[in-house]
């Protein structure tokens, strides 16, 4: 069993930065694939971001150049680092863990989401 708890979402104007955090517990964290997805109002959830091992990353095309995911090991937690936001980017983001992110597969456990709005 894998516990995901999300923190730093919040409201940043265009062109800002978050960094999101998902700290992992419950199984052995350093061999589990690890990713973000997200979901806008009226949309499907969507991949992010995912990462595998400790530098084996993938991204959705519309993030690549702006966002960046990495983990620490030592804390047990995953990280997204997103850059010059957009207003399209406004969605719940939720944490991910198991899945196959090259082939946009989700693992079976999910945080409870953290929000992010990008709104002057």
């Known amino acids: 069993q894998v516990q995901l708890v999300e923190s730093g979402g919040g409201l940043v104007q265009p062109g800002g930065s978050l960094r999101l955090s998902c700290a992992a517990s419950?199984?052995?964290?350093?061999?589990?694939?690890m990713g973000w997805y997200r979901q806008a109002p009226g949309k499907q959830r969507e991949l992010v971001a995912g990462i595998r091992g400790g530098s084996l990353t993938n991204y959705a095309d519309s993030v690549k150049g702006r966002f960046t995911i990495s983990r620490d090991g030592a804390k047990n937690t995953v990280y997204l680092q997103m850059n010059s936001l957009k207003p399209e980017d406004t969605a719940l983001y939720y944490c991910?863990?198991?899945?196959?992110?090259?082939?946009?597969?989700?693992?079976?456990?999910w945080g409870q989401g953290t929000q992010v709005t990008v709104s002057s």
């Open positions: 419950g199984r052995d964290f350093a061999i589990i694939a």
């Open positions: 991910n863990a198991g899945g196959n992110y090259y082939a946009n597969s989700p693992g079976t456990y």
